[in-house]
């Protein structure tokens, strides 16, 4: 695997399921991001973690839950779900050395249709 | 606050001709970073370009060329001699210094869709 991968691509989920989105980076990298990309709106960053600590939190609900147990992986927690959440939620990995801002390399997305 | 403007939300033309994407940013930082990325239909971003704010220099690669205006606040991307692959959505996006422990908040626009017909 190569790049940063995302599963499963697709989910269909009732408001009443628990389910949780998988990322893996295979660039070594030590900062890694949640975004939701709806229809009508701009891509929206929705969380951040540095060398594995969350360092922001971007007023999302907390129906949302991250969690990053390494460098390379970062989960999204989802529960109790509402049908504005339906979007496209992509992953993202870059490596940050304080001071320069090196591009964010992205997963395929997975997306979510909440019924 | 960070802003960043791609006023064209749709651009349409024949293949081969030359297409330029506009993007505008606002951000009260003198060191910040403009990205651009490309959105296939498949969904993944794929960078295209990083530029620090202060490097002016206009970048050429291929048929892809960056202009980038600090007077003017704009950082355009021209495709020169377009391809029905590049049919995409283009996002133009703005990064100030990391100021949360080495990571970056990634302001975007909100897209052009890029349709080049054969």
């Known amino acids: 695997e190569t790049g940063v991968t995302q599963t499963p691509r697709h989910l269909v989920m009732g408001m009443t399921n628990k389910k949780s989105l998988k990322c893996e980076q295979h660039?070594?990298?030590?900062?890694m991001y949640w975004y939701k990309q709806s229809a009508k709106k701009p891509l929206e960053l929705m969380f951040v973690?540095?060398?594995?600590?969350?360092?922001e939190n971007n007023s999302v609900p907390s129906r949302f839950s991250p969690e990053c147990p390494n460098s390379s992986h970062l989960f999204l927690h989802l529960h109790t779900l509402q049908p504005e959440d339906s979007a496209l939620y992509l992953c993202?990995?870059?490596?940050?050395?304080?001071?320069?801002?090196?591009?964010?390399?992205f997963g395929p997305g997975t997306r979510l249709t909440v019924t | 606050a960070q802003k960043v403007t791609q006023a064209q939300t749709e651009i349409s033309v024949v293949e081969k001709e030359d297409v330029t994407l506009d993007c505008v940013y606002e951000?009260?930082?003198?060191?910040?970073?403009l990205f651009w990325y490309k959105q296939p239909p498949s969904g993944e971003l794929v960078f295209l370009i990083r530029?620090?704010?202060?490097?002016?220099q206009n970048e050429i690669s291929g048929r892809y060329s960056w202009n980038f205006q600090k007077s003017t606040s704009s950082f355009n991307f021209t495709i020169t001699a377009s391809q029905v692959v590049d049919s995409a959505v283009y996002f133009c996006?703005?990064?100030?210094?990391?100021?949360?422990?080495?990571?970056?908040?990634?302001?975007f626009g909100q897209g052009t869709r890029l349709t080049i017909n054969p």
């Open positions: 993202a990995s870059s490596q940050d050395n304080g001071g320069v801002s090196y591009e964010q390399y």
């Open positions: 660039l070594g990298h030590n900062a």
């Open positions: 973690y540095s060398l594995e600590e969350r360092v």
């Open positions: 951000t009260r930082d003198t060191t910040y970073y």
């Open positions: 530029r620090n704010s202060f490097d002016e």
């Open positions: 996006a703005l990064s100030e210094d990391p100021i949360i422990q080495g990571a970056q908040k990634l302001v």
